[in-house]
């Protein structure tokens, strides 16, 4: 399974209900939350980030760098590159449109989409995709 996960949304209510679901369904995995895509960023490239099995949950629509702008800047960052491979992002959004699920589909980390708002049984779903 994962031993880290991420929940990255400008939303603090919706990261504490996530972080909740995930703690509750499995309380080994170690959860850090993000306000933006950013922040993340900065953490992928720190040396604090050690996981071999790493979760993004991730929101679409942030301030300043929205989720899809988040994707393709982790993508193609030179030193995230070679962590890459250990990273798999789940979306999370209010949004309905196909669009946005097409966008998510052109990134090879992701592995699922969950509407919000979310439910436990979404994010477990999402979570065995590992």
Known sequence: ?????AIVDDNKFDRLICNRIVER????IDVVQFDS?????SYLV???????????????NMPKMNGFE????????????PKLHTISVIIMTSST???DR???AKYPCVRGFIQKPMQASQ????????
Request: net charge negative; aromatic share 10%; charged share 30%.
């Open 37 to 41: 895509g950013e922040s993340i960023l």
């Open 102 to 104: 097409d966008m998510a």
């Open 46 to 60: 720190s040396d604090d980030f050690l996981s071999d099995d790493f979760l993004i949950f991730l929101d679409i």
């Open 25 to 28: 369904l499995d309380e080994s």
């Open 123 to 130: 994010v477990e779903s999402a979570m065995r995709v590992n």
């Open 70 to 81: 988040f994707l393709e800047q982790m993508v193609n960052s030179e030193a995230i590159k």
């Open 97 to 99: 449109r196909i669009e």
């Open 1 to 5: 399974m994962w031993d880290m996960c």
